[in-house]
């Protein structure tokens, strides 16, 4: 569990150390040879972690610490505390284990750093850009130009 939230901690800091840098760095300052495989490197050692390290350490906990292996059952006709099992055959006619679970959380984390990854780069490419004015009443409605 600690390597687990720890990994979590370190993918979520480098995110933030990202998005901190973007904000500060201005739009078309030049750029080293030496600061380019800097951030090549760091750019590929923050994906390596959260696409390979945190994935790893989801799964080796929910394999060793919660049991959410192929032999736990989840939900199916072979439950041995359902009683009637012809009844659960006909709602559920698929066994499902925990595994199943376990890897389906694994594939949320993929999918939630990936929109991280793909925020951070719109967010890097937008940096810079003036946001438009929009002026509003006293109210709150947008003010438009009449004609």
Do not use: C
Request: charged letters at 10%.
């Amino acid at each position: 569990m600690v390597a687990l939230v720890l990994s979590l901690l370190i993918a979520f800091a480098g995110f933030g150390a990202m998005i901190f840098y973007g904000k500060r760095r201005p739009v078309g300052a030049p750029l080293s040879w030496g600061e380019a495989m800097v951030a090549a490197v760091l750019s590929f050692a923050w994906m390596f972690w959260v696409f390979g390290v945190v994935p790893h350490q989801w799964l080796t906990y929910a394999n060793n610490e919660l049991g959410w292996r192929p032999n736990k059952l989840l939900v199916g006709p072979s439950l041995p505390f359902t009683g009637d099992q012809g009844v659960f055959e006909y709602i559920l006619p698929f066994t499902m284990h925990y595994e199943v679970l376990n890897h389906t959380v694994a594939v949320v984390i993929y999918a939630v750093f990936l929109g991280m990854l793909i925020w951070g780069w719109a967010i890097w490419q937008d940096r810079g850009k003036a946001k438009p004015l929009e002026l509003t009443s006293d109210y709150g409605r947008p003010l438009v130009k009449q004609g």
